[in-house]
C-alpha cells in the first residue's frame, strides 16, 4: 500500500466496546489523572516486551538502546503525547488490541452495571480499562505504532473519537515504538501543562523503571527543546523497603496487577545466601470476574531475570489455590533466556516458589491475627480459592487449615469468622471431634434437623455450605490432631438423651417394621440419637457424598453409584406414635415412605417419584380425622369415611 495517497479505513468498535467507552468516559470522570498513568504504563510494558525479545532476536537487539518514555504537551494545540520506543504494534495488533476488548467476562461485566455512578466506577476500575482512559479527557486519541520487527512504511495511523468507530491509516515512523496522542476536549486544556504533567507522573508513574521523559525548562520556566528524566526509573523491588512510601507500593501494584484499586495487602523482600532473588507479592482488593473460571484465570506473577522482564503469568512460581495474588519474582540465578520449558522443572524456581508460598502464609496469618477486619475482607473474596488449598498443597495442609474460616451454630450471622482454632478453644467439655454439616445453602446446613443433638448439647457444629466445602472435608482428615466429622454421617457415640422407657420402648420393634416397609431403599432404620424435634433423618455412610452433592453430580451428567442410607427414626415424636398404633398394611407403609421422602428432602437430595410424594401426602392430609370432619360432616365423602374409620381402629 503506498503512503502517498494515504488510504484511510473506518472499522466499527466491537460492540461491548462501545457501551463500556461510554461508561468509561462518565464513570472516570472525577478521576482523570489516571488516563497518564494507564498510558505511561502500556509504554512500560511494551519497553519490557522490546528488551526481552532483543535477548534472542537479533533483528531487534539494534532497538533496544536507550528504552524510555516520553511525554511531551502543546499548549496551543492542546495536546498531550505519550511515546515510546517499545515493541510497538503491527496493523492487526492495532485492531485485535484497541478495537476490541480481549478480556475475558467483558459481557458478564458489562450485565453488572447498575446505572449508579460511584459503583459503577469501581466496578468498571476493577474491570481495568487502560488505555480506554484516554477517552475521559480527549475527544480524539490518535495512535502511531511501528513494530519492532517491521519497517518504517510498516507503521499504522489509528484515530478515533470514542463514538463507535476508528480510522486506519498506513504511515511511516522513523523508529519502532508507539506514540498516543490525546486532543484533550475543552475541559481538560489544564492538563498540556509541564507542572500538572510532571506532578501526575511523580504521584502515579515514579516506580516506573525506564526514564520518562518530559521538555527541560529554561530559569524563566518555559520548555527548551532539550529533555530530562522524571522519575526516579529505578526497578522500585529493588530499592530498600524502608525507602519505599505506601504510595510507592499502590501504584506499583496498579501497574503491574492492571488494577484500578489500591491492593488490600502486600509483601516484598529480598533474599540473599544460596540463591539472591525478591519477591513482591500483593493481595487484590477484589476477586477478578474469571477466579473460577480455571480455563481462563491467570497466573499473576511476573518474572525478571535481574530486572529485565521475563514474562507474565508464570504459573510455576505460584500454586493454583494462589492464583489471586499479583506480583513478580527477581532472580539473580536463572539464565536470562529462560523458557517456560525450563520452568517446569528448576531447582530454583522450585525453591522460590515453595519460598514464595510461605510468604504469602506468613502475611495472612499475620493479617488474620493483627487485622481480623481486613482478613474478613481478604476472606469473602477469595476464601473459596484458598479452600483449594489443603487439598492440593499437603506440605502446608496445617496452615492452609488454620486460615479457613467457617460460619458456625454459634454465630448468628452467615457469615463465615470461625476458625478451627477457635472452635478448638471452645470445644465442649470431653469433645474429641470438629463436627460439621455440609449443605447447598446456609439456611439448609443451619435448619439440618442432624443438629437437634448437638444444639440441645451446646457443642458446635460448623455449617458448610460452599459447593468446595463437601469435596475440602472429602480429603482431610483432621487438623492439630483433633478429626472431622460430620454430623449426618456414621453412627453417633454419644449417650441417649431420654430416659423415658416408655417413649423408647417398643421404638426399636417400630423402627424394623418401617425397615420392612421400605423394603431395600435404605440400608437400615435405627432409633436415632440425633433428633429432638424432627420426626425422621437419614444418615449416610462414612465414605458417602452428602445427598446435595449426589444430586448436584447426577445433574452435571456424572455417574453417581446407589447409596443405601440408614434412615433415623425419633421415637418420640406424635407422628412416630401414631404409627406405632397403626398395624402393617398398606396405610402404615404409606406412612413409612412419606417418612423417607420428608427425610431426603430436608437433607437436600431429590426424590425418585415426586408425585408419588405429593399424592401420599395429599392422601394422608386428608385422611386426618380433623380435615375429614371439616370437608363435610353431613354427608362425609366416602373416602374420608373410610379414612376415619381407618384411624379409629387402626385396621389397614
Ligand atoms: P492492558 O494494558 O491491561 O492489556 P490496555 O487497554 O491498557 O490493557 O492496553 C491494551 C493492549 O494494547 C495492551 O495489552 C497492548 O497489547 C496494546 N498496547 C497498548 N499500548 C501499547 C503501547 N504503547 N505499545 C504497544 N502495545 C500497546
Ligand atoms: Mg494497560
Known amino acids: 500500500m503506498s503512503t502517498g495517497e494515504a488510504q484511510t479505513e473506518t472499522y466499527q468498535f466491537q460492540a461491548e466496546v462501545n457501551q ?4 468509561v468516559i462518565h464513570s472516570l470522570y472525577s478521576n482523570r489523572d489516571i488516563f497518564l498513568r494507564e498510558l505511561v504504563s502500556n ?8 528488551r526481552f525479545e532483543a535477548l534472542t532476536d537479533d533483528s531487534i537487539s539494534e532497538h533496544s538502546a536507550d528504552l524510555n518514555i516520553t511525554v511531551d504537551y502543546d499548549a496551543d494545540a492542546r495536546t498531550v503525547t505519550v511515546s515510546d520506543n517499545g515493541i510497538g504494534m503491527t496493523r492487526d495488533d492495532v485492531i485485535n488490541n484497541i478495537g476490541t476488548i480481549a478480556k475475558s467476562g467483558t459481557q458478564q461485566f458489562l450485565d453488572q452495571l447498575t446505572g449508579d455512578q460511584k459503583k ?36 499504522v495511523r489509528w484515530s478515533s473519537d470514542g463514538s463507535g468507530t476508528f480510522t486506519l491509516e498506513s504511515t511511516t515512523r522513523d523508529e519502532p515504538g508507539t506514540d498516543v496522542i490525546l486532543h484533550l476536549n ?6 498540556a501543562d509541564q507542572g500538572r504533567l510532571r506532578s501526575i507522573i511523580r504521584k502515579y508513574s515514579d516506580h516506573i523503571s525506564f526514564p520518562i521523559r518530559m521538555p527541560k525548562q529554561d530559569e524563566e520556566g518555559n520548555r527548551t527543546e532539550d529533555f530530562e528524566t522524571v522519575n526516579s526509573a529505578s526497578a522500585l523491588w529493588k530499592r530498600a523497603r524502608k525507602d519505599i512510601s505506601e504510595e510507592e507500593y499502590k501504584e506499583f501494584y496498579k501497574h503491574i496487577a492492571h488494577d484500578f484499586e489500591d491492593p488490600l495487602a502486600w509483601t516484598h523482600s529480598q533474599t540473599e545466601g544460596k540463591y539472591e532473588y525478591t519477591t513482591l507479592f500483593y493481595i487484590p482488593k477484589r476477586a477478578p470476574f474469571d477466579l473460577f473460571d480455571r480455563e481462563r484465570a491467570k497466573q499473576g506473577i ?5 530486572r529485565v522482564f521475563i514474562m507474565d503469568d508464570a504459573e510455576h512460581l505460584m500454586p493454583n489455590y494462589l492464583r489471586f495474588v499479583r506480583g513478580l519474582v527477581d532472580s539473580n540465578d536463572l539464565p536470562l533466556n529462560v523458557s517456560r520449558e525450563i520452568l517446569q522443572s528448576n531447582r530454583v524456581i522450585d525453591h522460590i516458589r515453595s519460598a514464595s508460598v510461605k510468604k504469602i502464609l506468613d502475611l495472612l496469618e499475620d493479617k488474620a491475627q493483627n487485622d481480623p477486619e481486613l482478613y474478613a475482607q ?7 480459592v484458598l ?30 469468622k470461625v476458625s478451627l482454632d477457635q472452635y478448638i478453644e471452645r470445644m465442649a467439655e470431653g469433645q474429641e471431634k470438629i463436627w460439621y454439616v455440609t449443605a447447598d445453602s446456609f439456611a439448609a446446613a443451619q435448619k439440618s434437623p442432624h443438629l437437634e443433638v448437638f444444639r440441645k448439647k451446646g457443642i458446635e457444629v460448623l455449617l458448610l455450605h460452599d459447593r468446595v466445602d463437601e469435596w475440602l472435608m472429602s480429603q482431610v482428615a483432621e487438623y492439630k490432631g483433633m478429626k472431622f466429622a460430620s454430623v449426618a454421617k456414621g453412627e453417633l457415640d454419644f449417650e441417649p438423651e431420654t430416659e423415658d422407657e416408655t417413649e423408647t420402648e417398643g421404638a426399636d420393634d417400630l423402627a424394623g417394621r418401617i425397615g420392612k416397609a421400605l423394603g431395600d431403599q435404605v440400608g437400615e432404620v435405627r432409633v436415632s440419637r440425633r433428633l429432638t424435634s424432627s420426626p425422621a433423618c437419614l444418615v449416610l455412610g462414612e465414605g458417602d457424598l452428602a445427598l446435595h452433592m449426589q444430586h448436584l453430580l447426577r445433574q452435571a451428567g456424572h455417574h453417581v453409584p446407589d447409596s443405601q442410607p440408614t434412615l433415623e427414626i425419633n421415637p418420640g415424636h406424635p407422628l412416630l406414635k401414631r404409627m406405632a398404633g397403626l398395624e402393617d398394611g398398606e396405610r402404615f407403609g404409606e406412612w413409612s415412605r412419606v417418612l423417607f421422602d420428608q427425610a431426603v428432602l430436608a437433607e437436600g437430595g431429590q426424590l425418585g417419584d415426586p408425585a408419588a410424594f405429593v399424592n401420599r401426602l395429599n392422601d394422608l392430609l386428608v385422611s386426618w380425622p380433623e380435615a375429614a370432619a371439616a370437608a363435610d360432616p353431613e354427608s362425609g365423602s366416602e373416602a374420608s369415611a373410610e379414612d376415619e374409620g381407618d384411624q379409629r381402629t387402626g385396621t389397614a
Not at 509504554?43 to 522490546?50: H, N, P, Q, R
Not at 489443603?390 to 452467615?414: C, K, M, Q, Y
Open 20 to 23: 463500556l467507552l461510554k461508561l
Open 43 to 50: 509504554a512500560s510494558d511494551a519497553l519490557d516486551k522490546l
Open 120 to 155: 459503577d466506577a469501581q466496578l468498571i476500575g476493577q474491570f481495568g480499562v487502560g488505555f480506554y482512559s484516554s477517552f475521559v479527557v480527549a475527544d480524539r486519541v490518535d495512535l502511531v505504532s511501528r513494530h519492532a520487527r517491521e519497517g518504517a512504511e510498516a507503521a
Open 186 to 191: 475543552e475541559d481538560c486544556a489544564e492538563f
Open 302 to 306: 511476573k518474572l525478571y531475570v535481574q
Open 378 to 384: 481478604f476472606w469473602s473474596e477469595f476464601g473459596q
Open 387 to 416: 479452600k483449594e488449598g489443603p487439598v492440593e498443597d499437603f506440605a502446608n495442609r496445617e496452615r492452609l487449615l488454620g486460615l479457613l474460616r467457617f460460619a458456625s451454630t454459634h454465630e448468628d450471622t452467615p457469615e463465615q
